[in-house]
């Protein structure tokens, strides 16, 4: 039966329950499973639990997991160090060569789609297999740096080489993730553009930055999202390395071994869990910031 | 049985004094000083007799029980497989479904595990660890098994160390390694070492080794763990059973002279560890010692596991770590062991204990201790005329230990073994200078965590 | 500002690319620096694919011929790893409870995250806004700060039997599922709403006139067009849960329920210096990932495109 038409954003009744549900069902499960969990997490950095029992048998200890972290707790300020490094050498490292390399696969030249599979390789494969895959290129004893080298450096353990190691690991995957994300992009701007800059007699590098680029707005969000988020949950590849110790200290890893496995400090671990939050709370801001101004 | 190969499972496998030839004085003292950790435990009962639970383990046990393992590795996995199919066999009308969890997976999840839906049976270890889930309910109480255990091989020595702080039993043990210092009998031969009695003529040694070529300790620490037990010998030539049990309850203070003492002596023998410890795992640690590129190396038993079997195992033997000073002694030693627990509510509680009783037995161990040669049973009854030379060893070194201590992480609270323990260690490997910074880091941290 | 007033290119068919008029008219000096691109690419790709390569070399070498003359000789060539690795870590079982995992979690996810993009790009709620931003910020935290209220919220919840055997959502698939869902959910919304953007409203119109409601403009309008990015976006979204490994270990309890990522663990261990044979278990653990993305990869670029970029 054809309604009337009364404008194209007019709801039925029935739309209207639709509309809810469709907003409703995943608004429930992310809230539940992502926002009410992190709300916890902070509640439980101001107590003394140890994850076990009840949580009534929990003790509210005011700010003193906070002060432990920042007084008498060793590993955490060269975490902190690791984590800004970590984003740092990802956002100015490791996306401009993924960009770099997909505006050069965008031009496609022979054998762009096996260039491009190769770059794209290492994104399929877990951050665990990742950090194997080097550990036989890295390894003191057997590796294959060392043994090319003749050197007797150990890359994954010793302090002032492994996060530099693992680095390069990471923006290894890093790379592939980047280019294909935008080369995507590129493949998307509209041709006429580039052929409007070049009547305009730009050349190419200038056809790039000053059309091409501002038009992928979209997509460098992503791009900067996908770093930001990368960087700020390294923890997989670390942990697979040496649990995120000596060397390799990351806020993620120093959760993990708090409130994970037999420590169960969760009290402590929700308080360096707190301080993730924080952090990538500012990155937050920061990204819906840009989205708002985008959408104005 | 005990491959230790994450900090997390060996965090986990604490053990208490264990076996024959402990003396019951130390014994006392240990469960004195351990024990009150927690609460103070009621000794009486540990020493009297029986249990009070009331439940029977006799009568027809039916059904299936599960088994959580943490022994996924090939060659303990189907040992594992056999000790059940035996009891299967033994039981009729009795299944047993293994629920086998890699042992990283396992150790990291514990907490969740038996807070979760945990099996009826699983495998763990004796000490604080098994004392604190008893205390915190998360473990069954199995006092009607060594009922039977007691009179069937198993030592007073080895109840009292499968005692919960209430006084009953959680815990069925089954096999246990010593720690020493494990050398091939072939390269000192071809150098002519002998086994040093002391520190000095350690040191000796040490630099003659260096001299020949070898790297004197073999060491790795990567995974945290395997440094602990160093200090922990030097602790215990350097203040003693005593001193060892309390600083790990938290009575000592870490940066008293005496722990300095012990990181003092250690910094005066890095030179002779092998270098870059912190990337290197213990089994690589070991096979340096097995390519006889290292002259020794301090390690549990089953750096035996390396080695092939026969004839490089037969290679294989070690000795006590060296006195450091006489009016200590080096009558201490470390012995952990491994077991297996009682869900706080099994599906299946006959049939359970009817597991439990089994695993204990004689009859079981003679199976695990044959599929790996690198540690030896608890059950007394076990037929040690099978034994390898090296497992005949263990079993003397471990009756002469005047006590038998525990292993850092066995001793004293996880959180603080894990969390503080491991990078402090870790960084002392790293600077060894500064040992009056990190004692007192140890301190203050300590401090926070053992008042919560 | 992406929405654009006529049809988005859905996808740019490959003899259409925008180089192609500049290719024509190309000079000897444009050949020749499109040489240089092509073999700087190729070295590239070469850097890239090494380590790759060197792992999948040493899978098919024995462990005690590389151990004893070293990973830079050659010979020791045998398929034992593999069969090994097979068997060790028990990978028919694993992959299919990675599949149990994988399939429904990635379909869920789609669907959901296409319900939460159609509303927002379609009408103009006030609170779109505020939605996406909560969507996508879910994907920024930390897992682990999450864990443990999410543990033991699964452990109170009571569930029937029959959706899950343990009796709560803890050791359950359903559980595990549902986690990987609301945490995809954000990022894949994002991307699908940035695309549904593009779509001319005109489309919606001429539906609206013609009496569709939401649903139907929802099933036969919106997510047809929407084939490329989500082709992308499965192919994004089955490696990043197939290679979930966090939650799966914390919220499965039972061993034989672990997914096949778990499995490389059952390889180290005793044998953890036995490199070969994990690579070779490595190699076997990568295959489906990148059997889908070899499946969907002509898919894959075109459909994060996010539609055509217009000016």
Redesign the interface.
Known sequence: MARKYKGIDHLTPVDRVVVGLMIAVPTLLVLWLVWVPAIGSVLLSFTNWDGIGPISSAKNVGLKNYTDVLTIYPPFVPALQHNLIWLAVMFLIATPIGMFLAVLLDREVRGSRVYQTAIYLPVVLSLALVGFIWQLIYSRDQGLINSVTGSSIDWYGDQRYNLWAALIASSWRHVGYIMLLYLAGLKGVDPTLREAAKVDGASERQTFFRVVFPVMFPINIIVLVVTVIESLRAFDLVWVINKGRNGLELISTLVTSNIVGEASRIGFGSALATFMLVISSIFIVIYLRIVMREQR | MTRPTSEAEYLASLVPASVRGVSRRTLLRGALGAGTLLAAPSLLAACGGGGSGSSSSGGAATGTVTVGSNQSDAVPKAAIQSVMDAFQKANSGLTTKINTIDHNSFQENINNYLQGSPDDVWMWFAGYRMRFFASKGLAGDVSDVWKDLSGAGMSDALKKSSTGDDGKQYFVPSTYYPWAMFYRKSVFEKYGYTEPKTLDEFKTLGTQMKKDGLVPIAFGDKDGWPAMGTFDQLNLRVNGYDFHVNLMAGKEAWNSPKVKAVFDTWAGLLDYHQADSLGRTWQEAAQALQQKKAGTYLLGSFVAQQFGKGAEQEDLTFFNFPEIDSNVGADAIEAPIDGYMMAKRPKNEAGAKKLLAYVGSADAQNIVVKADPSVIATNDKADQAAYTSLQKKSVEFVSQAKSIAQFMDRDTRPDFASTVMIPAIQSFLKNPKDIDGLVNGIEKQKQSIFAS | ??AGSDLP?VS?P?S????A???AESSGAKKQR??G??V???I???V??F??G??LL?SFRDYAY??KN???SFGGFTLDNYKNAWQ?ANFSHTMLNSAYITIPAVLLTLF??C??A??VSR??FKFN?A???????????????????????F?AIEVPFWFSD???L??SYWGLI??N???Q??FC???LS?YMKTLP?EL??SA????A???RQ?FTLTLPLCRPPLA?LATLEV?WI??E??WA??LL????K?PV??S???L??????D?NL??AG?VV??LP??L???LL?KQ????????????
Not at chain 3, 253 to 256: L, P
Not at chain 3, 268 to 273: A, K, L, N, S, W
């Open positions: 500002m992406t290119l740019v490959r259409k690319n925008p180089l008029s500049r290719r499109n040489r691109i092509q700087f690419l190729a590239v790709a070469l890239w694919i380590p790759v060197y792992a040493g590389t151990a070293g990973y830079m060790q959901l995250s319900c939460v159609f509303v009408f103009s806004l939605l996406l931003g909560m969507f996508t910020a879910a994907n920024l935290l930390p897992p682990q700060a999450l864990l443990i209220p999410v543990y033991r919220m452990r343990s009796g709560t803890l050791n549902l986690v869902v609301a945490f959910t954000g919304a994002f991307v940035n409203r919606y119109e609206v006139i013609d009496g409601g939401v649903l929802f992308a490696t197939y290679n490994f966090f270990t914390v309890q039972s061993g034989d672990f990522t778990s490389i663990n059952n180290r261990g005793q044998f953890f210096t490199n994990v690579a490595s653990i990568a990932t990148l889908v993305f070899f990869q894959f670029v075109a459909g994060l495109t996010l539609g055509a970029t217009k000016g």
